[in-house]
């Protein structure tokens, strides 16, 4: 059983940047592969970085460039730095995690926190 738990989201300008933090609780944190994704109003739930046990990285699209994940497990904690945000980055953004390898899909994650929400005004 693994507990995750968001913070940092809130209402930013275009251009700001902002700091996703997730917090983790359970067995073997070091050996999960941590994910972030994003779900706008609307729209489905889509992959925006992950990071492996390892530390490896990875992105979609959208975001690269721009937005950067990393990890410290000494604190069980996942970030997500946010910066250039845009308009549609807009969305509740949430964490995940999995054993093992890392994964762009969303039903290899086994555990989500609740989300939190990133608003981006022009």
């Known amino acids: 059983q693994v507990l995750l738990v968001e913070s940092g989201g809130g209402l930013v300008q275009v251009g700001g940047s902002l700091r996703l933090s997730c917090a983790a609780s359970?067995?073997?944190?070091?050996?999960?592969?941590m994910g972030w994704f994003r779900q706008a109003p609307g729209k489905e739930r889509d992959f925006v970085a992950g990071i492996s046990w390892s530390g490896g990285t990875y992105y979609a699209d959208s975001v690269k460039d721009r937005f950067a994940i990393s990890r410290d497990s000494t604190k069980n904690t996942v970030y997500l730095q946010m910066n250039s945000l845009k308009p549609e980055d807009t969305a509740v953004y949430y964490c995940?995690?999995?054993?093992?390898?890392?994964?762009?899909?969303?039903?290899?994650?086994?555990?989500w926190g609740q989300g939190t929400q990133v608003t981006v005004s022009s």
């Open positions: 359970g067995r073997d944190f070091s050996m999960y592969a």
């Open positions: 995940a995690s999995k054993w093992g390898s890392t994964s762009k899909r969303l039903s290899d994650y086994n555990y």
